[in-house]
């Protein structure tokens, strides 16, 4: 069973940057969007920021300037790059990867979350 492997969570002050990176632990095939989304105690998860296979991206309004989301569709992975990273910004990420199977119905995978802490 493939999983998708995050890296790069951790504890940093406020105003600071951390770069979250996803990666298959093995092949996955016709990926149209992957992303990130986050959820924080008592609330429910909320996107973050998606790409398409063709590089069109979407933010949510809270990480817009902030947050920058791209992809290696050769190498399948997604990253994340977090600058003035705000208290509120803690919270656990998740990737996820949308795929298509031979017949055209869509199914994901996700991560299995990686903590971000800002704090000072």
């Known amino acids: 069973q493939v999983r998708l492997v995050e890296s790069g969570g951790g504890l940093v002050q406020p105003g600071g940057s951390l770069r979250l990176s996803c990666a298959p632990s093995g092949n996955i095939f016709n990926i149209v969007t992957m992303g990130w989304y986050r959820r924080t105690p008592g609330k429910e998860r909320e996107l973050v920021a998606t790409i398409t296979s063709a590089g069109s991206t979407n933010y949510a309004d809270f990480v817009k300037g902030r947050f920058t989301i791209s992809r290696n569709n050769a190498e399948n992975t997604v990253s994340l790059q977090m600058n003035s990273l705000k208290p509120e910004d803690t919270a656990v990420y998740y990737c996820?990867?949308?795929?298509?199977?031979?017949?055209?119905?869509?199914?994901?995978?996700w991560g299995q979350g990686t903590q971000v802490t800002v704090s000072s």
């Open positions: 996820y990867y949308k795929c298509l199977n031979i017949i055209g119905s869509s199914f994901s995978y």
